[in-house]
């Protein structure tokens, strides 16, 4: 399946959705066009039997895909992704332009680029997600934040030892932006939100102030505003 071959891509999103500003953050270093639905987590939209069909999984973000008509077919069943990682590797195979994953040639970088990426999305991002921060105020009586800063602290620590013992580079890996970065820098704002001072890992805030010099950064991160806290 070709770029030349989608109809409509829709990203279903909300502001404040770190895993929905990975997508976000792609599509403007791509110039991929996407029309954007706005999930409100406030009032749980993403509750609703409405989007529940999108995704049963009730999380963010989602991409469904309208191929365009082929003579072949002149009807063809869209297709929904719902995970991060799935959405952005779909987007870095049709969209190839600019690389964010090194080639299978670059075996180090890639490598990297991909331990990077998997750091946030398995061991900073799920274990403190909104969803498990209710559950540990409502049903045992714990602080959501003080666990969250845990997450993201201990998680950054890892992050700025791997930029210390990598070849440096203004970004995570080398001086190009990578896949390791557009998933880096809405954690770092995530971690903004409960407090915690990018300030402890250097190499990464770093990594951090050059991204959020890219328009693409302050379009699709966190809050959609501008600023680096939302």
Known sequence: MASQAFK?????TTPLSGCSARIRIAAHLKNIPLIHHSISLATSQQTTP????????GSLPSLVIEPKSSSSSSTQENLTITQSPAILDL????FPNPPLLPGSSQIRARARVLELTSLVACDIQPPQ??????????EFG???????????????????EFLRKGERGRYSVGEEVTMADVFLVPAAQGGLRVGVELEKWPLMKG???????LEAFRKGGLGEHGRLTP
Do not use: Q
């Open 91 to 94: 987007l870095e195979t049709h």
């Open 142 to 160: 714990g602080d959501g934040e003080k666990w969250a800063r845990y997450v993201y602290e201990r998680g950054f620590g890892v992050y700025e």
């Open 8 to 12: 409509a891509l829709h990203l279903y």
């Open 50 to 57: 409405a989007y529940l069909s999108i995704n049963p999984n």
């Open 129 to 138: 997600n909104s969803r498990i921060r209710r559950k540990i105020v409502e």
């Open 207 to 213: 990594v951090v102030d050059a991204c959020w010099e």
